[in-house]
T-cell receptor
Framework: NAGVTQTPKFQVLKTGQSMTLQCAQD?????MSWYRQDPGMGLRLIHY???????DQGEVPNGYNVSRSTTEDFPLRLLSAAPSQTSVYFC?????????????FGPGTRLTVL | AQSVTQPDIHITVSEGASLELRCNYS??????LFWYVQSPGQGLQLLLK??????LVQGIKGFEAEFKRSQSSFNLRKPSVHWSDAAEYFC?????????????FGIGTKLQVIP
């Protein structure tokens, strides 16, 4: 199993450009999430999904869109990049269950917006 | 809403010394508590978790943590630190929000290990 994969690893954008960060998992996990990590702020939840076709907003959703057409994939779209979106982005997935199940994290995408 | 406080942003310890990383949480009910580790340029890896039962939990890589409800704390400990433990450590609290298990992370503690 590859686990959670993210592409690209690094990306530089100009203000106003759009792009999609890719996330895929091969563990058949129902839940998938996107976080951003900024110095001194830990990880903050952007959007999440509890299954194919179902998404919801997290703590910092503005400027980002998501969709979940398959169980495996959960892309994050930046519609019009801004310097405030410079960050490291992590995708995570986990099983749904009665108790909490461990989140598995991808290696991250480091995004710089100029 | 839940929250997590990690009061130490940066800690330096000597190799072989003991380690304790502090974590305080705020949550109305019994929380799910976690410690994650992040090596430079990597994603997060779960070290250990607490849901219920024994308040002293053992994790991977020789780490343990103790849940103290009266102090709203979940401190991470290791009796003897190795150079490979240098990383950033995140405490987190989880709670159900509808059908989703929402996790709130602390800001992290960066551990430096000196020879």
């Amino acid at each position: 199993n590859a686990g959670v994969t993210q592409t690209p690893k690094f990306q530089v954008l100009k203000t106003g450009q759009s792009m999609t960060l890719q996330c895929a998992q091969d563990m058949n996990h129902e839940y998938m999430s996107w976080y951003r990590q900024d110095p001194g702020m830990g990880l903050r939840l952007i959007h999440y999904s509890v299954g194919a076709g179902i998404t919801d907003q997290g703590e910092v959703p503005n400027g980002y869109n998501v969709s979940r057409s398959t169980t495996e994939d959960f892309p994050l779209r930046l519609l019009s990049a801004a310097p405030s979106q410079t960050s490291v982005y992590f995708c995570a997935s986990n099983y749904r269950g009665q108790s909490y199940n461990e989140q598995f994290f991808g290696p991250g995408t480091r995004l710089t917006v100029l | 809403a839940q929250s997590v406080t990690q009061p130490d942003i940066h800690i330096t310890v000597s190799e072989g010394a003991s380690l304790e990383l502090r974590c305080n949480y705020s949550y109305g009910a019994t929380p799910y508590l976690f410690w994650y580790v992040q090596s430079p340029g990597q994603g997060l890896q779960l070290l250990l978790k607490y849901f219920s039962g024994d308040t002293l939990v053992q994790g991977i890589k020789g780490f343990e943590a103790e849940f103290k409800r009266s102090q709203s704390s979940f401190n991470l400990r290791k009796p003897s630190v190795h150079w490979s433990d240098a990383a950033e450590y995140f405490c987190a609290v989880g709670a159900r929000s509808g059908g989703y298990q929402k996790v709130t992370f602390g800001i992290g503690t960066k551990l430096q290990v000196i020879p």
